[in-house]
Every structure is written in structure tokens, then in C-alpha cells.
């Protein structure tokens, strides 16, 4: 493998929180900000996909870096205190990043932070030359905003991002069909923008004429409950009166929507993609078409803490001919690697058997980002059209 200049370079790998900007290399030991020390960014990716990392720390007795779930790679320490080592090129994509010193877990405040797992981390993006689509480029670009709007579900107020195309605040009689994406367990909404950069794959698509231009919602699936006793309850169930009841009409009366459900779908990555097997076969009279994302057609419902599946009523399958009336396109896809990929290409083709109309398709790769922007990528060239 070998990485082009151009995308190792390229802007769009630093859309995080960082805020679009490379670390500036520098750091003072009494507290101001300009009184360089040279430090370095603490990730850089290198032209084969290996990752030189660094961690600045004087006073550790030892420092050591890997990939979440592989194993750790110690770091050696030079006389400036930065502790440095590679970690090898496995695969593409974005990947998280574990940092420990003197064997505690910690963050490093040089490395890009994201969210996932329940919480902060760090990440490495390692560029994949089949997935120049991800990249910034000299096209027109839409805007990515943050919305709020009052909850009935929850009895809160909720935020949600908001992608309009290009030309939305020029054309201003036009209006557009409308994608709900929902993020994967213990994600949140911002990384659909920040980690699988949904706003530039569109923005291509776009440019290509490759994709029709429409909104794209994206919500907090992990939708917490406030209980009696003030603590707060995650149900991820709740997406479902989330976006019926309270984000789509809102979305409906604030943009420019073609507000019907012909002209509007929904999609979802792991459990987004589980909760919106639910949501769109309960609901086609809200949602005509439906992109799983490592997932299939599965009830799940909340037990204590955790959560229990089973399969759902098939009676919305029993009438094929009624459902693909109403289904504008219905898509299933997984990673090539996935754990569940035969239980999601035996489901397509057992939809197929009873006459349901649908679409699969695999991507190299597992339970991960690389996996889940190819299918937006190629699910967004589908849909609407």
C-alpha cells in the first residue's frame, strides 16, 4: 500500500476536534501558549499506513500506544521526554487509538479526539486510496448545521445535525427529499460529519452528478431518559417516538422539505441500523426508503441495563406486493469480515424469497468506519432516484 501526498495532506482528515487545524508545535511549562518546546503531533501517518506515534510525558516510567483491541506497543523515551514509536499498517480506515502511562488508560491532548465507545477518544485516519470520495475537494460545498428543537419523547431539549446541499440557500424555492442517518452503539451524532465525513462523500456525489441533493438529519440514537430519581436511563428504543413524533415535524416546518414519505428515508449504521429495521418497517407511512448498515429487519428491546433481540412480527412482510408499493428502496450491507454478514445475506435473500424487494451488498472490512462510509457512499448514489 502506498498513500498519495494529496491525501495524507488533505484537509478533510483533520475535520475533528482540532478544529481544522494542525497542532501548532508548542507548549510552555508555566501555562501560556508561546513558549514553544517543540513538541510534535502525537499521530502521523506515514506514506506504507504505518503510524508514528508520540506521547510527550517526562516523568512516566513507561508509555505505550495500540489499536482498541490489539495489543500494546511500547514507546522509548529521548532526552526531550516525548516517548515515540510505529505502530504497523493493518487496514485502512479510521481506528482508535489506546494511549497508556505507568499502565493507566489515558487521553493524549495532541492526538485527534472523536467519540465513540461511550466516550472520548483518540483516532488515527488512515487514508485508503479506494476511498478518494472522503477526500476535500475544489467543488461546491454544503453547509453542516447544529439544530435544537423540544422534545415531547424526552422532555428535553435535543440536537441534531443538519446537511444542506450546495445550493439550498440560493435556490430558495426548491425543495428537497430528506435522509435520517443514525450513528451505531455508543456513537453519537457527530460522527457521521467528524469520522465518516458525510458531508464531503455528498458533496462528491454531487460534483459527479452521482447522487440526487437532499437534507441529512443526524440524531442522538442513545436517547436518555431522565428518571424520578434524577439519573439518567439510555433507551435506545425511544429513536423511534424521537424521530416520529417530535425531529421529523420539526424538520418538516423549519427547512425545505418535500414532506412526504416518498421523498424520505432512513439509515443507520450496527444498532441505528437495528433500530431502523424497526422504525422503517412500522412506519412506511413515514419512511419509503431504508439503508441498514450492518444490520437487518430484528426487534430489540430494552432488559435492565442491556439489551435483549429477537426477531420481529413478519406480518409487514406477509403482503409483498402492498410493502414494495410503499418501499422506494430497501438496502442492506455489511462488511465482507462482519461477524453477522451470512445472517445479513441470508436475510436479503430470504426477503427476496417472499417477494420483498431489496438490495445487498458487502464492503471489505468489518465492524468499522471504512465499511460503513463505502455503504453511505454507495447508498446515497441509490437513493431517490
Aim: aromatic fraction near 12%.
Amino acid at each position: 500500500m502506498k498513500i498519495s501526498k494529496d491525501q495524507l495532506e488533505n484537509r478533510s482528515l483533520l475535520s475533528n476536534a482540532l478544529m481544522w487545524n494542525q497542532q501548532l508545535w508548542g507548549r510552555s511549562s508555566n501555562g501560556t501558549v508561546f513558549e514553544p518546546a517543540d513538541i510534535p503531533p502525537a499521530i502521523e501517518v506515514q506514506e506504507d499506513g504505518s503510524v508514528l506515534c508520540r506521547f510527550f510525558a517526562p516523568d512516566a516510567e513507561t508509555v505505550s500506544v495500540g489499536f482498541i483491541l490489539g495489543e500494546q506497543v511500547p514507546l522509548t523515551k529521548d532526552d526531550k521526554g516525548i516517548w515515540s514509536g510505529t505502530l504497523s499498517f493493518d487496514f485502512p480506515g479510521l481506528k482508535v487509538i489506546v494511549w497508556k502511562v505507568n499502565g493507566v488508560e489515558v487521553m493524549n491532548p495532541y492526538a485527534p479526539i472523536g467519540y465513540g465507545y461511550g466516550r472520548p477518544m483518540n483516532y488515527v485516519d488512515i487514508p485508503c486510496p479506494e476511498q478518494d470520495y472522503l477526500m476535500i475537494k475544489d467543488v461546491p460545498h454544503g453547509s453542516v448545521v447544529r439544530d435544537w428543537y423540544k422534545s415531547e419523547t424526552t422532555g428535553e431539549w435535543e440536537s441534531c445535525l443538519v446537511y444542506l446541499p450546495p445550493k439550498y440557500f440560493e435556490e430558495t424555492e426548491k425543495r428537497y427529499p430528506v435522509l435520517y442517518l443514525q450513528h451505531g452503539g455508543s456513537q453519537n451524532e457527530n460522527g457521521w460529519v467528524y469520522e465518516a465525513k458525510t458531508n464531503f462523500i455528498m458533496d462528491n456525489l454531487l460534483a459527479e452528478g452521482k447522487a440526487e441533493e437532499c437534507i441529512i438529519v443526524m440524531n442522538n440514537g442513545m436517547v436518555q431518559i431522565k428518571q424520578e430519581d434524577g439519573s439518567w436511563q439510555v433507551d435506545v428504543n425511544k429513536l423511534e417516538d424521537l424521530l416520529i413524533k417530535d425531529c421529523v415535524p420539526f424538520i418538516d416546518g423549519k427547512y425545505r422539505t418535500k414532506a412526504d414519505a416518498w421523498d424520505r428515508a432512513y439509515a443507520g449504521l450496527s444498532q441505528g441500523s437495528l433500530q431502523g429495521a424497526v422504525i422503517f418497517t412500522d412506519h412506511q407511512d413515514v419512511f419509503a426508503s431504508a439503508g441498514l448498515f450492518t444490520g437487518f429487519p430484528m426487534k430489540q428491546y430494552p432488559e435492565g441495563p442491556r439489551l435483549k433481540f429477537e426477531l420481529p412480527n413478519k406480518a409487514v412482510f406477509n403482503d409483498p406486493e402492498t410493502f414494495n408499493k410503499k418501499s422506494r428502496l430497501f438496502y442492506l450491507a455489511v462488511g465482507a469480515d462482519e461477524p453477522s454478514v451470512k445472517i445479513v445475506r441470508d436475510t436479503s435473500k430470504m426477503l427476496s424469497d417472499m417477494g420483498i424487494k431489496n438490495e445487498y451488498m458487502d464492503f471489505p472490512g468489518g465492524h468499522e468506519w471504512h465499511v460503513w462510509r463505502a455503504c453511505l457512499h454507495d447508498f446515497l448514489q441509490k437513493l431517490f432516484r
